[in-house]
């Protein structure tokens, strides 16, 4: 497919959602919200691993970052709930960036297995803060918001607010598909790939990096605001370590290096936390047999399939020769970075 | 605040990490010797902590309940480096989240079977005395949790310093490849490795069940700790688990005490600038 053309598919399906949405009861719109909300911490994930293969464990505290410091104005200053909720988008995405910029100082020290642990100590220093700093974050009970902003409109409506989040979401959508196809996001491939030979040929691979970590950073912070609307409150649970796992799992389940990917991965998986789970007390043998199998046999993730059956397609000699694609890494271009780095 | 008030933190803070030694000492050789970040290893300690209970329900012996639970453990985590983690052979991501998909599977398992109650090990009555040391009143369970973590330690020394195997798995921890070369069968290794890691975790789980309690989200609560363990001691080495521990135990103790609202901060933000600095950690080998 063509750029203008995944672009017009792209736009058809978000079209056709906030269409089919209009007629959602509004148990699946909350879901919906939901989910896009985290679909953008997701891409910002696949951002990250798909694109710059970086495998990181800490994500959620961007999300954190920025849903308390929306619940924080919101509650002590009644600030972000009229036309300055525009101002709080601004202040939570510039928040993130911050928090990635100075976390990314320590990260991007390190690579493949030591990156994953290093954010995961960052993003448990986060959650460490929010469970603890009680007179800041209200501790364990975590804050309540005094409600959803009212501009023009009022989003105290899950159907409105849903168009809200919806919107945020196509311009993250875009911004990142600009951004990947960019010369920026090129030479990213190329670090991903080869860091080594990048470097030769005179590109700063760390800066790179860095610019990638920032940019998820701020992504991260926007997923907060909505996070923290769609909800109605923020707590330390928002920032556990499962968080960050599920944010990763997401694109895994997806497919990485492919940011509609991640999308799919946060359906599923909201799919089956909030709807299969209110059906059957095992949903979560669902998710973790979803996990599963698809790192075991599908390393390209959903969108890795139809690939996968034109690979079957093949004549067998060809096939035989990939030696089995259950055995090919992650992503298919995710991992070598990572395993080269050990 | 008085030097007995710094006492009992101290002493507290030892008697916690002689816990975080057992779930990180097994963490760090699987990491070492396999190069796998396992995230079931919360859900290992966790699931020691129910057979322990299972086992004590059904026997009324908590003796019994210890070696029950570890071994239960253990033949688990071969399970699951056999079966599963084997399959995506060195790909570190998949490794990674195929343990994460297993840690779910486990939490929800474990939920079926033994419920969503907050429950706990009772230890004989004989360690739930006090003992008085210089004025201090030492709760006796926590003397034994030091005198257990001790001697699993010194085993495991002895195990990796004066033994074949244990001379096996030290190469295999510092150059796979060159132990590949001169014979050694590290895929026996591996799953040697994996099993003593799970074994420990189950262990931990029992012994820390009469301590912080056994309940669902305590897998996710103590892996990022074992985690900090890990790292702080360099992975793969036995000394550096111990030390690591120690740090971790009384870091969390006296911030507990000290700064209330920065507790688990001060714990997470030196690891992750340890990371930064020496990626191997204190005793990390390069």
Known sequence: MNSGRRVAVAATAILAFAILAHFANSFTILLLTRALAFAILAMSVDLLLGFTGLASLGQAAYLGIGAYLTAILATRFGFGLGWDFWLVIVLAILAGAALAALFGLLALRTSGVYFLMVTLALGQCVWGLAYRWDWLTGGDNGINMPGRPKFGISFASDHVYFYLVLGFFALSLLLLYVLVRSPFGKSLEGIREREARMRILGYNAWLHKYIAFVIAGGLGGLAGVLWVHANGEVSPDDLVLTTSVDALLMVVLGGAGTLVGAVFGAGIVFFVRDYLSTLVPWWQYVLGGVYVLTILYLPGGLTGIPQRLRRVGLSSSKAQKREGAADAPLGKQVSPSIRREL | ??????????????????????????????????????????????????????????????????????????????????????RVGFDVLRQVLLTAGFAFLFQQAALDIWGGDFMNITPPAALTRSVVVGGLYLPLYRVFMIALAAAIGLLLWLVLERTRLGAAIRATVDDAEMARGVGIDTQRISVV??????????????????????????????????????????????????????????????????????????????????????????????
């Open chain 2, 1 to 86: 605040m008085g030097a007995h008030f710094w006492l009992i933190q101290i002493f507290n803070g030892i008697s916690y990490g002689a816990l975080l030694f057992l779930v990180g000492s097994g963490l760090s050789l699987i990491f070492g010797v396999m190069r796998i970040v396992n995230l079931a290893h919360g859900s290992f300690f966790l699931l020691g902590g129910y057979i322990a209970l299972s086992v004590i329900a059904a026997t009324g012996s908590w003796e019994l309940s210890i070696p029950a639970a570890a071994l239960g453990v253990a033949i688990l985590g071969v399970g699951l480096e056999r079966v599963f983690l084997r």
């Open chain 2, 193 to 286: 490795v994996f099993a003593l890691g799970a074994f420990l975790a189950g262990l931990g789980g029992v012994i820390g069940g009469a301590f912080l309690g056994v309940y669902p989200g305590l897998d996710f609560e103590i892996l990022p700790i074992a985690f900090a363990v890990v790292i702080i001691g360099g992975m793969g080495s036995l000394g550096g688990a111990a030390v690591g521990a120690l740090v971790v135990g009384l870091a969390n103790n006296l911030g507990q005490a000290l700064f209330p609202a920065l507790a688990y901060f001060t714990l997470y933000a030196p690891m992750a600038l340890l990371l930064a600095v020496k990626p191997t950690g204190l005793f990390g080998r390069e």
